[in-house]
């Protein structure tokens, strides 16, 4: 996809190990990448958050809470369904930034990704993220709201 080479030229001359996971088997960029780029069809997901520093995600959900269940800040660029809504929370929650997938060429990548990293107040709101989440219990939250919805259901019956 375009903001896969967007990205990958994006890191060209930054202080910074990415790693581009394409997603899909057997997937291949079509360009040289910068050496600070490794480019997967799959990554362990998980094991690269613990590692890193911050994110550019599609903000999907899984994803998202993910990189904020670590504290870390992201660079949405949101493509389909629910993933602009998720976008826009993290940006109102001084999380990230939001770019528009149809914007996401490599010199607003690297801009937006530069004032991420340059500005401790995006992480700093994602390590709160992450403070409130560890103190959420999410089963609990999840049967309380489906008991209530269903005594509501019944209810209107």
Do not use: K, W, Y
Not at 2 to 16: C, K, Q, V
Not at 40 to 61: C, K, M, S
Not at 66 to 84: H, K, S, Y
Request: proline content about 6%; hydrophobic content about 45%.
């Amino acid at each position: 996809c375009s903001s896969d080479l967007a990205i990958a030229t994006a890191a060209e001359g930054m202080d910074a190990q990415f790693v581009l996971s394409l997603g899909r088997p057997g997937a291949q960029l079509e360009i040289q990448t910068p050496e600070n780029v490794i480019v997967v069809p799959f990554a362990p997901q998980l094991e690269l958050l613990d590692r890193a520093t911050a994110v550019i995600t599609h903000a999907g959900l899984n994803t998202t809470l993910e990189a904020l269940a670590r504290g870390l800040p992201m660079l949405c660029l949101p493509v389909t369904n629910d993933q602009p809504g998720i976008a826009r929370r993290v940006e109102f929650l001084g999380a990230g930034l939001v770019l528009s997938p149809n914007r996401a060429r490599a010199d607003h990548i690297r801009l937006l990704l530069s004032r991420i990293l340059a500005n401790p107040s995006f992480r700093d709101s994602a390590v709160t993220l992450r403070d409130q989440m560890q103190t959420l219990n999410g089963p609990a939250m999840a049967a309380d709201i489906i008991e209530r919805a269903a005594r509501r259901s019944h209810v209107q019956q």
